[in-house]
């Protein structure tokens, strides 16, 4: 399960490393600019495939969030660090409801695609993830 938890946290160290340094920089609007710009690119060679690659998508993060995170309380064991992951679960789950409530607001039409994303939700969310994971790793190696 350590093992499992280690690749985990790096996958996801990794995946929001990009994202982290535009943040500590103050320059996310640049990353969020390039990610929406290559969303509605995608989104207009996918047509009516892209609504189904994106619940799908939406889906499989909630699936590895989970994942990540019931192996963070199977193998953590520091109470203080359980209590703010806990607290970093319901932020996540806010998060993607939040998420799943604008893109079918988006697909029936009702909002742009400029307004599909929260970002300060989503900078909240990278920032967030990128320290647990670190913190995680941190954890794991001095245990």
């Given at each position: 399960m350590e093992t499992?938890?280690?690749?985990?946290?790096v996958c996801l160290l990794l995946v929001y490393s990009v994202y982290f340094l535009y943040i500590i920089r103050?320059?996310?609007?640049?990353?969020e600019k390039m990610l929406l710009s290559g969303l509605a690119d995608w989104m207009i060679s996918h047509k009516e495939k892209s609504r189904r690659h994106?619940?799908?998508?939406?889906?499989?993060?909630?699936?590895?969030?989970t994942l990540y995170f019931v192996l963070v309380f199977l193998v953590i064991q520091n109470l203080l660090f359980r209590v703010l992951t806990g607290l970093f679960v319901g932020f996540e789950f806010m998060h993607l409801t939040l998420l799943l409530i604008s893109m079918n607001q988006f697909f029936r039409g009702?909002?742009?695609l400029k307004y599909l994303f929260n970002w300060k939700i989503e900078r909240t969310s990278?920032?967030?993830?990128?320290?647990h994971s670190l913190l995680v790793l941190v954890q794991l190696a001095w245990w």
């Open positions: 499992g938890l280690a690749i985990l946290a103050s320059k996310p609007e640049e990353f994106l619940r799908l998508m939406l889906g499989g993060s909630f699936l590895v969030e009702r909002i742009p990278a920032w967030l993830f990128f320290t």
